[in-house]
């Protein structure tokens, strides 16, 4: 510090000349007002983002890149069947008045791509899991069968004129164009679509009174001949159907067709065998006209669904009691069974969907139509049976692209569908994020008015 003697004089002479700062009264009530108006313009932004956020669905899922490589050992990288199967929600096969899908993810493009799973929904919509990602496709298969309300209503409740090849790239299906009353037949058969293009590879008209109900389809093990069986109509139009006389046969990869004995599923080898069963019975057509019959004497409560092993010479057959697999040799009376416990005790209908070197691929579903699962049932009793894959309630009877099932990797991870949100949930959605906001402008105006108050007083 400078000691100068007239330092002292100099400050007080200077403080003189400087005049007097004024500082308003309220200054410290209005600091205060503004701190508390930030605090309401923060809370206010926060519920508004909180309400952007919950009127934009999914939007916190885009915000991440789906498509950045994913980590290896995922199984994104190959093809193969979920280790879950999820149910369509009901409203994804709405229709208008004229019998059009409403929903705009059911698409008519059919150049999906491999799937490795399909089923029809209780609406009629066909369902394809595909096999590269677990996206599912809603198709709008063109006339097939079972789209048709009057048909769905007519035909058993377990027809589904729907199977996969067993590589997954081709879908065999049941159509029919029922017309107006005019007399003539309705064109009916099978189609077979390349999944890959998206085009119909084959057309196979079936011919039979009115017009033939495909009810069930089936592949040969390598994916070459077509098995199917179906209803013989009396008289079919757009609007009444009559006449049950049950059909079955075959169909070459020329197109040459064989007609089979009647039966409730049937079945084709890679030689062009057939095969029909009929509650436990089995009836074997041979290429060179000759036949044999097969019957699984004590067969517990046989559903009349089946596998056929790769070389034809055994057919695994579903039941609806408690038994894991049951497999009949068709070249000599010989049945073989593996039970085991139901799920929670109960029973279960199992349904063989194809074989997996020496297993068999079955869907097992609870009575009472719940959750289910897959399961890999070996054909000796020396190794357990495991299960693969999980089912939700409302999944199938469910048709398996098999080649991409292996003994090693069953199944594969796969991300659950997105579904988009229903009517009800964007209106909730959309009433709690307008009643945010209304919230944090009246919590702003509630605010702003305390504070003039206080500013007045």
Do not use: C
Not at 218 to 237: Q, R
Not at 415 to 425: M, N
Request: charge should be negative.
């Amino acid at each position: 510090m400078s000691t100068h003697p007239q330092l002292k004089d100099l400050l007080e002479q200077a403080a003189e000349t400087v005049l007097p700062a004024e500082v308003p009264r309220d200054t410290w009530h209005r600091g205060r007002r503004r701190h508390r108006r930030s605090l309401a313009l923060r809370a206010a932004a926060v519920v508004g983002v909180v309400a952007l956020v919950a009127v934009s669905p999914g939007l916190l899922d885009r915000a991440t890149d789906r498509s950045a490589p994913q980590p290896a050992g995922d199984g994104l990288s190959s093809l193969g069947l979920p280790d879950r199967l999820h149910s369509v929600p009901e409203r994804m096969s709405d229709r208008d008045d004229d019998g059009a899908w409403l929903r705009e993810e059911v698409t008519a493009d059919l150049a999906v791509g491999p799937a490795a799973a399909a089923w029809v929904t209780p609406g009629g919509l066909p369902v394809l899991v595909d096999a590269a990602d677990g996206g599912y496709h809603l198709l709008d298969l063109p006339d097939f069968l079972i789209s048709s309300s009057l048909v769905s209503t007519w035909l058993p409740g377990d027809a589904v004129p729907l199977a996969l090849s067993p590589d997954g790239t081709r879908l065999a299906y049941g159509y029919a164009r029922p017309a107006t009353d005019d007399g003539t037949a309705v064109p009916s058969g099978l189609r077979v679509v390349d999944l890959r293009t998206g085009e119909v590879g084959r057309d196979v008209p079936l011919g039979g009174g009115a017009g033939v109900a495909v009810t069930q389809v089936s592949w040969s093990p390598d994916g070459s001949w077509l098995a199917w069986t179906g209803v013989s109509t009396s008289y079919w139009t757009s609007s009444a159907l009559t006449g049950r006389t049950a059909v079955a046969g075959t169909v070459a990869p020329d197109g040459t067709q064989q007609r089979l004995e009647a039966g409730s599923t049937a079945f084709v080898d890679d030689d062009g065998a057939g095969a029909v069963l009929t509650n436990g019975q089995v009836r074997v057509h041979r290429p060179d006209g000759s036949r044999s019959a097969r019957r699984a004497t004590g067969l517990p409560a046989a559903n009349d669904s089946g596998a056929l092993a790769p070389d034809g010479s055994r057919l695994a057959v579903g039941t609806s009691a408690a038994a894991d697999l049951v497999v009949l040799r068709l070249d000599r009376d010989e049945l073989s069974t593996r039970s085991g416990e139901a799920p929670d005790g109960g029973t279960w209908s199992a349904r063989p969907l194809g074989w997996v070197g020496e297993a068999v691929l079955v869907e097992r579903t609870p009575a009472d139509g719940g959750a289910g699962r897959l399961s890999l049932v070996p054909v000796d009793g020396d190794r357990p049976a495991r299960d693969v894959a999980a089912l939700d309630g409302g999944v199938g009877p469910l048709s398996v692209a098999t080649d991409l099932v292996t003994e090693q990797r069953p199944t594969v991870s796969r991300p659950a569908p997105d579904w988009p949100w229903s009517e009800e949930r964007w209106v909730l959605t959309v009433g709690m994020g307008g009643l945010g906001l209304l919230v944090a402008g009246g919590l702003t105006w509630l605010v702003r008015r305390r504070a003039q108050r206080r500013s007045a007083r």
